[in-house]
């Protein structure tokens, strides 16, 4: 295998753009930054405390330790699908994104849950320097994810992920090395979730905080050209301005931050480095406030029946520059929810016309 196979590896993972585009090239696996849910992607990609779906697993775990808190009303149980063709901009058939969740309320234990997440890169053409074609591989990426949250007061929840991620982008040999181009690691997600019970709120705010992506490097061909996980920060709040038993009105916001530092020479620092200290201190103090992303969104709600969203997403210019707009609708019928959500952007933006289809059954 020629030297094109290690800049292809690179190209397809720098064609994702996911929730901190600013960091490709720094780090590994960004398919985990892509957002499921066509709830949340209706309203901005915003989630962090607005979490009572099976999608809690990825936005903020903490969020299934509140979804069966009456059982005369909560379902015990929940599945949850998504479907996204991505990067519509490209028309590649075969690029397309897949999540499923689920959650299970298990008594004296608490509420446990698990997902997968699956990006399809399609297939690609192996050709050695002179463009010769050598044959064809498929390249994928998935993440197998285990849930468990449970409340530590009546109005504090935790939660907590365990995820194995595999990255596949080719099974042929990469250069010299004769090694193939894939990778195995893991990482953990931590989860909190606080509805302040003061009286001014009136039970009617959610703060969020997840941690997701926490693990080791994942190394593809050279450990020591090891890249870090994209390891990023979460917090959100969730505020339900209006509620007279039929119509609600619902604003949520987050911002995010991935906690991930790499230096010119190729090396980064570890997980541990990156998240408590020098994702915080490198750089003038004004690049690392323009590193976080910000997220806003509306849902008003008819009883359970109809939704209607609408959301923004912002990002600096030094640091990816994608801006957004968001609109979704969902439909609610006995057990059954369908949810829809689009992205407005520039006609050259690569997630421009990106639609999300969802399908939860509670039961």
């Known amino acids: 295998m020629k030297r094109f196979m290690m800049f292809l590896s690179m190209a ?19 398919f985990l930054l892509i957002t499921p849910g066509a709830r949340n992607g209706g309203m901005g990609e915003s989630g962090a405390a607005l979490v009572n779906d099976a999608t809690a697993i990825f936005w903020n775990p903490a969020g299934l330790a509140f979804q069966y808190d009456d059982p005369e009303v909560d379902k015990p149980r929940e599945i949850s699908f998504m479907h996204a063709k991505w990067l519509p901009q490209f028309n590649f058939s075969d690029l397309f994104y897949d999540y499923m969740a689920g959650r299970m309320y298990i008594n004296d234990v608490g509420m446990v849950g698990a997902s997968i997440t699956f990006l399809n ?40 992920n365990a995820k194995i991620v595999q990255s596949n982008l080719t099974n042929v040999s990469v250069g010299s090395e004769d090694r193939q181009g894939r990778a195995t690691t893991f ?35 050279d450990r020591k050209q090891a ?28 911002i995010n931050r991935l906690l991930v530092v790499k230096h010119r020479d190729g090396t980064s620092d570890n997980v541990f480095k990156a998240v408590f200290f020098s994702s915080w201190v490198n750089g003038p103090i004004k690049d690392r406030m323009k590193r976080f ?9 008819y009883g359970t029946l109809i939704a209607l969203r609408a959301g923004y997403f912002y990002e600096n210019e030094k640091f990816g520059g994608r801006k957004f707009a968001t609109f979704g609708a969902g439909i609610g019928y ?25 399908l939860a059954v509670k039961f």
């Open 12 to 30: 397809i993972l720098m064609l994702i753009p996911m929730q901190q585009l600013f960091a490709q090239g720094e780090a590994a696996v960004p």
């Open 121 to 160: 890169l399609g297939k690609n053409v192996w050709t050695d320097e002179t463009g010769n074609e050598l044959g064809t591989f498929d390249s994928f990426e998935y993440a197998l994810t285990l849930s468990y949250a449970t409340k530590l007061e009546e109005n504090l929840g935790v939660g907590i």
């Open 187 to 221: 990482a953990v997600d931590l989860g909190m979730l606080w509805t302040p019970a003061y009286k001014i709120f009136d039970n009617r705010l959610n703060l969020g905080f997840n941690l997701s992506n926490f693990g080791p490097k994942v190394t593809y061909i």
């Open 227 to 254: 890249d870090p996980m994209p390891t990023n920060l979460r917090a959100g709040l969730a505020y339900k301005a209006y509620d007279d038993g039929f119509n609600s009105i619902t604003v949520v916001y987050d």
């Open 293 to 301: 992303t910000h997220s806003v969104g509306l849902e008003y709600r």
């Open 334 to 358: 006995n057990i059954f929810a369908i949810d829809f959500s689009y992205i407005s952007a520039a006609q050259d933006h690569p997630l421009s016309d990106t639609m999300r289809f969802s």
